[in-house]
Structures are given as C-alpha cells and as structure tokens.
C-alpha cells in the first residue's frame, strides 16, 4: 500500500534558526495537504498543494511539491516559540489519504 | 460555524468491553473519516463515511466498525478491547471528501484500556 515517510522526526532548534521538514511518498500523488498539531491539541490544516513543483508561502512557511509530486518539504524561517508542534504531511493517491509519521519541532527561547 | 464535536473527551474501560465514540460533523460536511493516534504509530487511518456510505477503510481488524446517519454524525465502535487499542481517536469532517478538501479534526475522545 501506499507510504508516506515524513524526516525527521524530532528537531531542536534555537528561536530564530530555520527549520525543514520533508515528506516522501511510495507513489505518485495528486495532491498533498500539510497539518499542524499543538501539543494537546487536534491537527489543523495549513494547506494543499495540488501542481507539480509547486510553491506555496504563507507568511514565514513556505510549502514545496516536488516535480515528480512524490515528495514536499515544508521550510520554517526563523523560528518562534509559537511555531511548536508537530507538523504532519498527508499524501493523497487513488482516493486515499495517508499521513506521514510526521515532525515534532521544538523550540528554545 | 461550529466546529466538529466529538464524545466523549475521555473514556476509561477494561480489556474485553466495548466502547462507541460520537462524532459531530460541521454543519453541511458530508465527509465523516476516523483516525487512531498513537505516540509509536502516528495517526493510522480507519475509515471515512460519506453519505452513509463506507467510502474508504484502513488496515485495522474487524473490531473496529462504524456507521454514519442522515443528518452526516459518525459513531465508530470497538469491541472486545485490547490494551493496545488505547490511543487518541480522533475524526475529521470535509465537505467532499477526505482525499479532495480540507479536513476539520475534531478534539478527539482519548481511550484508555485498562
């Protein structure tokens, strides 16, 4: 079946210094959707990338698709405190949705 | 709008019981998928419901059922229950489907087996 792998798992940061986090799917994807979970909480979607080699930025995060819509990184600039969690990436393929194991970021003041 | 809701936020029981879970949907969201959460495992999907319809189902034994009513609440249920089956359950609601649309996660029922 379908995989998706999601390096690494955890990361330390200073507040500041950037973080990257990567998603690797098994198969071809039509789309691939990135959420974030506060400790304690639920997942929340950040958002969907649907194009080949597309680049999405939403204010200090910006969302890559690679070009074989097989991979997507999510990069972090300069890091706040606030942006402690884990972040999750799900790849969409023949109607499935399968999460990677996804991204614990933590962040020291 | 008000968000999804699920029930109970937390729920103790001993190995063999039963337990159902409730889910709420947002309001006009036909989309109704369940996800198990694990520290070890992730979150390993279980089902989605569309339209009363099983639309989509995990890798999980036959333990795990669920259904969905007219009005788009999913209840899943677990019987026989195992230590391992402790984990937070949470569902997801959409408008059109898990694999196409945004998915609105519910807080989520955390199940302790004892």
């Known amino acids: 079946g379908q995989q998706v792998m999601q390096i690494p798992q955890y990361q330390h940061v200073q507040e500041g210094e950037d973080f990257t986090t990567y998603c690797n799917s098994s198969?071809?994807?039509?789309?691939i959707q990135w959420y974030k979970q506060r400790p304690g909480g639920h997942p929340v979607f950040l958002i969907q990338?649907?194009?080949?080699?597309e680049v999405k930025k939403q204010k200090r995060l910006t969302f890559q698709f690679g070009e074989a819509k097989k991979n997507s990184s999510l990069h972090i600039t300069a890091t706040q405190t606030t942006d402690v969690g884990t972040y999750f990436c799900?790849?969409?393929?023949?109607?499935?949705?399968?999460f990677g194991g996804g991204t614990r970021l933590m962040v020291k003041p | 709008k008000a968000g999804v809701t699920q029930t109970p936020r937390y729920l103790i029981k001993t190995r063999g019981q039963q337990v159902t879970l409730s889910c709420s949907p947002i309001?006009?969201?036909?989309?109704v998928s369940w996800y198990q959460q694990t520290p070890g495992q992730g979150l390993q999907f279980l089902f989605e419901?569309?339209?009363?319809?099983?639309?989509n189902k995990g890798n999980f034994p036959g333990r795990f059922s669920g259904r969905q009513f007219s009005n788009s609440r999913s209840e899943m249920n677990v019987s026989t229950l195992e230590l391992g089956d402790s984990a937070l359950y949470l569902c997801?609601?959409?408008?059109?489907?898990?694999?196409?649309?945004?998915?609105?996660f519910g807080p989520g029922t955390r199940l302790t087996v004892l």
């Open positions: 198969t071809t994807l039509s789309n």
């Open positions: 419901y569309f339209s009363e319809t099983q639309r």
């Open positions: 309001s006009g969201h036909r989309s």
């Open positions: 799900a790849g969409n393929a023949g109607n499935m949705l399968t």
């Open positions: 990338l649907v194009k080949s080699g």
């Open positions: 997801a609601s959409s408008l059109l489907g898990m694999s196409t649309d945004t998915q609105y």
